[in-house]
């Protein structure tokens, strides 16, 4: 089945960076567009990044361009997302997400998360 | 960037049917998405392109739309329903993703 496995969580220091990994399987991943999402404390879903199923297209929320980069590795079925210049605001779970099988833009299959801490 | 607005909660009793509304311009011309997530757990995609279910969803959710406002409702409530909802869309002009703030729905 499809299944979706973020790792790379941490507690990490203002102004650190932090590189997230999601390992894939059960589909053909070098077809799928790929997503981020996180989750702060207590709070609702923040859409972060998307990537293309090539990696030729990215787009960003406003509260991480310039300071996160999503990219994705087809030969390995993997997706990352490299955090850097973190602030305390990007404490979250983060959860990659396959986009949706008829369009880009909805996810229809999540992992189960992995935890980022920014913290002095 | 554009918002959607949603009700921070819903209270139902069992068997009844929960009406869970998502508010904003865009969706008068871009689908919505709903996502349920439970306490500790992954959201779970229950409804696309405003009213489509996914395989393995009940026919219980429904979607529907009027305007600048989605419906999700689920009928027959279940003490298992209880959860948050999240709608969403995307802004393909700007490229852009968008969760509403979600709805706690609670069963009595």
């Known amino acids: 089945q499809v299944q979706l496995v973020e790792s790379g969580g941490g507690v990490v220091q203002p102004g650190r960076s932090l590189r997230l990994s999601c390992a894939a399987s059960?589909?053909?991943?070098?077809?799928?567009?790929l997503h981020w999402v996180r989750q702060a404390p207590g709070k609702g879903l923040e859409w972060v990044a998307i990537?293309?199923?090539?990696?030729?297209?990215?787009f960003y929320a406003d509260s991480v361009k310039g300071r996160f980069t999503i990219s994705r590795d087809n030969s390995k079925n993997t997706l990352y997302l490299q955090m850097n210049s973190l602030r305390a605001e990007d404490t979250a779970v983060y959860y990659c997400?396959?986009?949706?099988?008829?369009?880009?833009?909805?996810?229809?299959?999540w992992g189960k998360g992995t935890t980022v801490t920014v913290s002095s | 960037s554009y918002e959607l607005t949603q009700a921070p909660s819903v209270s139902v009793s069992p068997g009844q049917t929960a009406m869970i509304a998502c508010s904003g311009d865009a969706l008068a011309k871009q689908y919505t998405y709903w996502y349920q997530q439970k306490p500790g757990q992954a959201p779970v995609l229950v409804i696309y392109?405003?009213?489509e279910r996914p395989s393995g969803i009940p026919e219980r959710f429904s979607g529907s739309t009027s305007g600048t406002t989605v419906t999700l409702t689920i009928s027959g409530v279940q003490a298992g329903d209880e959860a948050d909802y999240y709608c969403q869309s995307a802004d393909s002009s700007v490229s852009q993703w968008v969760f509403g703030g979600g709805t706690k729905l609670t069963v009595l």
């Open positions: 392109k405003d009213r």
């Open positions: 059960g589909f053909t991943f070098s077809r799928c567009a």
């Open positions: 997400a396959k986009a949706g099988s008829e369009s880009p833009e909805y996810m229809d299959v």
């Open positions: 990537i293309s199923f090539d990696g030729n297209n990215k």
